[in-house]
């Protein structure tokens, strides 16, 4: 499997090689940084987490990101947001599916969800997510993740990659993003619903401030 992503990524990254040398600059939209990113959100207060190594951000290849966690009355969760400007250099978003068992946890559970959020403006709309659940030693998080770019929300890496082609050649932008949330996993929370439960509270907040930090 990891194969098979792998091969598929470097014929994507390819394919955009490819379309950039036919193209002009690409477009870079304007956004605001995530440096102004709220620390309240509905009744969810953050902290700032310390930045990322050097080394790190030169393996991301990340153009802006933001690393807090949130607490509310009884929860509290880790945040990420990177924000790639553009992956027709080689810079390529990074699945949890790879980096997390990477860091040493390991695979528990992968399933999607379908959730009801709103947009900026109040509007219903309904997404879908991964919902991946990992462990290490006697430790269990719940991770919630998603790609986003130009308003569209996509769970799968393989129909990002696409997405991705699709977007450089009709709009001349590769810019996205991953969304990432990660819920620790109570000892009694076997099946992780009370940390889903959490989790998909904090989604249905901060969706609609995202917008103003991942251009449509």
């Not at 993740?145 to 769970?155: F, L």
């Not at 009709?170 to 000892?187: E, G, M």
Request: net charge neutral; charged share 20%.
């Amino acid at each position: 499997m990891l194969n098979r992503a792998i091969l598929l990524t470097a014929a994507f990254l390819a394919t955009l090689g490819l379309v950039a040398q036919a193209k002009q600059s690409e477009i870079v939209p304007i956004r605001s940084s995530f440096v102004t990113f709220p620390m309240e959100i509905d009744e969810w207060r953050g902290r700032q987490e310390a930045p990322f190594e050097d080394d790190i951000l030169a393996i991301l290849g990340v153009d802006d990101y933001l690393t807090r966690s949130y607490f509310s009355p009884g929860a509290a969760l880790g945040l990420y947001v990177g924000y790639w400007q553009s992956q027709e250099q080689g810079a390529a978003i990074h699945s949890p599916l790879n980096c997390l068992p990477g860091a040493g946890w390991a695979p528990v559970s992968k399933s999607t969800l379908e959730l009801d959020v709103a947009d900026p403006a109040g509007a219903p709309r309904r997404i879908a997510i991964n919902r991946y659940v990992i462990s290490k030693g006697l430790d269990r998080q719940l991770v919630l993740y998603w790609y986003q770019s130009h308003g569209r929300v996509v769970a799968s890496e393989y129909a990002g990659k696409f997405y991705l082609v699709k977007d450089a050649i009709q709009l001349n932008r590769t810019d996205a993003a991953l969304v990432r949330i990660v819920v620790p996993l109570a000892a009694d929370d076997a099946d992780g619903a009370e940390a889903e439960r959490k989790g998909v509270r904090f989604v249905k907040s901060i969706f609609p401030v995202l917008n103003t930090y991942l251009p449509v």
